[in-house]
């Protein structure tokens, strides 16, 4: 990986489950669960067909929640408000990923399809607070989640960045191809790669890949 592939990076854009933590922490299934937990109620489905449906809305809006408001008109902020009432006791601090971020130059923001206070809540358990210059979440895009180009161009246009002098690092490779349409470094951050020509870089650990960047 040439170091000189991001010497003109001066925005770094990371989402947030399961790239700011790895996924065998597993935090995500309770947000699934809780997910899940909220459609059966909304909607007075069973369990197997309220995880039919969060399954086949993720796969076909981006998102869950962008399908319950398109299919259901579910209003957002009580969603994510249940949906993120989890256990965060599972995070632990990282020391030597809050380090390599540190590192980087120029400015370091999170993007999520999740709220900014949830976010928020990770990165305090990751040991990442005072990282990041920006926070942004779904609400900040009017909840059009990512991977719709929209929702990038609303939350880019808001900070101010400049795709062309910006990396995102993201577990779902989707949700990179907006962004290397815009002119952005992307970095696939996932166990295993995926493939596809808006994917420049592949990582299975976000710290070294990051130590390697700033070493």
């Known amino acids: 990986m040439p170091q000189q592939h991001f010497s003109a990076i001066t925005d770094w854009v990371f989402d947030l489950d399961q790239t700011l ?4 922490i597993r935090l995500f299934e309770q ?3 809780r997910m899940t937990d ?3 109620e909304a909607l007075g489905v069973t369990e197997a067909e309220a995880q039919r449906l969060r399954r086949v809305y993720w796969a076909d809006y981006g998102t869950t929640l962008a399908g319950l408001m398109a299919e259901h008109g579910i209003a957002p902020d009580p969603y994510l ?3 993120h009432d989890i256990d965060f006791s599972v995070l632990v601090p990282d020391p030597d990923l809050a380090a390599h971020i540190a590192a980087l130059p120029g400015r ?3 993007y999520t399809n999740g709220s900014a206070p949830y976010a928020a809540r990770v990165i305090a358990a990751r ?3 005072g990282l990041f210059d920006a926070v942004y979440g779904v609400e900040h895009a009017g909840y059009r989640p990512k991977p719709e180009p929209a929702a990038f161009d609303t939350v880019f246009a808001a900070d101010g960045l400049t795709p062309a002098r910006a990396a995102m690092f993201e577990d779902d490779p989707r949700n990179l191809r907006a962004p290397h349409a815009l002119g952005m470094r992307t970095v696939h951050v996932a166990p295993e790669p995926a493939p596809g020509p808006h994917i420049d870089h592949h990582t299975d650990n976000l ?3 990051l130590a390697r960047l700033t070493a």
């Open 21 to 24: 933590y790895p996924p065998e």
């Open 31 to 33: 947000v699934a669960a």
């Open 38 to 40: 909220f459609i059966v």
């Open 81 to 83: 408000e249940q949906v």
């Open 108 to 110: 370091r923001i999170v």
């Open 127 to 129: 040991g990442l607070d």
């Open 207 to 209: 710290s070294a890949f």
